[in-house]
T-cell receptor
């Protein structure tokens, strides 16, 4: 079984400040990990993915995430927040290998960016 | 451009009615999924299908039904047995072990 915990349902930062969105996972096998972003009344858009290659993953819009196996974490960061980053962010885990297609999502973190 | 099309964008259901949400993809993906999204709940898997003519229940399948007669299409029916159907419904598709691609969703409300 796999699960995802996103710490903080709402994070507020000032424009230009560091963005840090936390994600911890549990998985019985080596995981694949994903971050998605959702703007109001839209579907989810993939930001980045970890699939057992480099532990520091760079994504779109200046976001990156680091896979830390010892901490079972996959936190999302961006050095400088922009107003356009305001959205809801979801972390998701999938089991690597086999024929598993399924993702398990966290409950999401709403990011607010203040001018 | 390839993508996933969900229709309609907004849907209203009367008590006791069944309604069907459409999902079509032209990405040639094998797998398709239906999720329900409620505020503060994240995404919960309703049904998924890995190949044509086969599908599996997800975590909250009660009150819903699906079919997968064509690779491109995976319609979701919200039946009258679903007592709390008001939600945002998202369809997705993927290849094996690849990220899921999402449609823009259908918002279902009860009249």
């Amino acid at each position: 079984a796999q699960s995802v915990t996103q710490l903080g349902s709402h994070v507020s930062v000032s424009e230009g400040a560091l963005v840090l969105l936390r994600c911890n996972y549990s998985s019985s096998v080596p995981p694949y990990l994903f971050w998605y972003v959702q703007y109001p009344n839209q579907g989810l858009q993939l930001l980045l993915k970890y699939t057992s290659a480099a532990t520091l993953v760079k994504g779109i819009n200046g976001f990156e995430a680091e896979f830390k196996k010892s901490e079972t974490s996959f936190h999302l960061t961006k050095p400088s927040a922009h107003m356009s980053d305001a959205a809801e962010y979801f972390c998701a885990v999938s089991e690597s290998g086999g024929s598993n297609y399924k993702l398990t999502f966290g409950k999401g973190t709403l990011l607010t960016v203040n001018p | 451009d390839g993508g996933i099309t969900q229709s309609p964008k907004y849907l209203f259901r009367k008590e006791g009615q069944n309604v069907t949400l459409s999902c079509e993809q032209n990405l040639n993906h094998d797998a398709m999924y239906w999720y329900r999204q409620d505020p503060g709940q994240g995404l919960r898997l309703i049904y998924y299908s890995q190949i044509v003519n086969d599908f599996q229940k997800g975590d909250i399948a009660e009150g819903y039904s699906v079919s997968r007669e064509k690779k491109e299409s995976f319609p979701l029916t919200v039946t009258s047995a679903q007592k709390n159907p008001t939600a945002f419904y998202l369809c997705a598709s993927s290849m094996q072990l690849q990220p899921q691609h999402f449609g823009d969703g259908t918002r279902l409300s009860i009249l």
